[in-house]
């Protein structure tokens, strides 16, 4: 469990890469002044991106099995991480944020159609 991070994992590197290659540079990393602390937020224009792990969050299309071992444990642990993150996404919502939560299986599979959805609202809201 150790070796499992929190912040700046292989899919946010991945995203964070791909907004500045689009030019969008200028973000913000776990930006403890917003609601949640975001993975990566752009405070001007008030958008926030959380970066999913799919085994962590429970991806609803990867659908990653549950561990063989205490199961009622674990299951109640990724219900709380869901609780966690629709409270956080409401915060955010309340304060007029646009929020973007992006599965690592999307940043593997559609990288380009995530970075266009992003883009196209920070270059409204800029």
């Not at 991070?5 to 200028?26: C, F, I, M």
Request: hydrophobic letters at 30%; charged letters at 35%; glycine letters at 4%.
């Amino acid at each position: 469990m150790k070796a499992n991070r929190a912040k700046d994992t292989r899919p946010e590197r991945t995203l964070r890469s791909a907004l500045r290659d689009a030019g969008y540079p200028g973000y913000r990393l776990n930006w403890n002044r917003a609601p949640g602390r975001p993975d990566i937020s752009y405070p001007g224009r008030k958008v926030a991106v959380f970066v999913h792990g799919c085994y962590w969050h429970h991806c609803p299309r990867c659908h990653p099995n549950l561990p063989k071992s205490n199961p009622e444990f674990w299951a109640r642990k990724f219900e709380l991480n869901r609780e966690r993150v629709a409270r956080k996404r409401r915060q955010l919502e309340e304060a007029d944020w646009t929020v973007y939560e992006v599965w690592e299986c999307d940043i593997r599979d559609r990288l380009d159609g995530v970075v266009v959805e992003i883009t196209t609202t920070l270059a409204r809201r800029a």
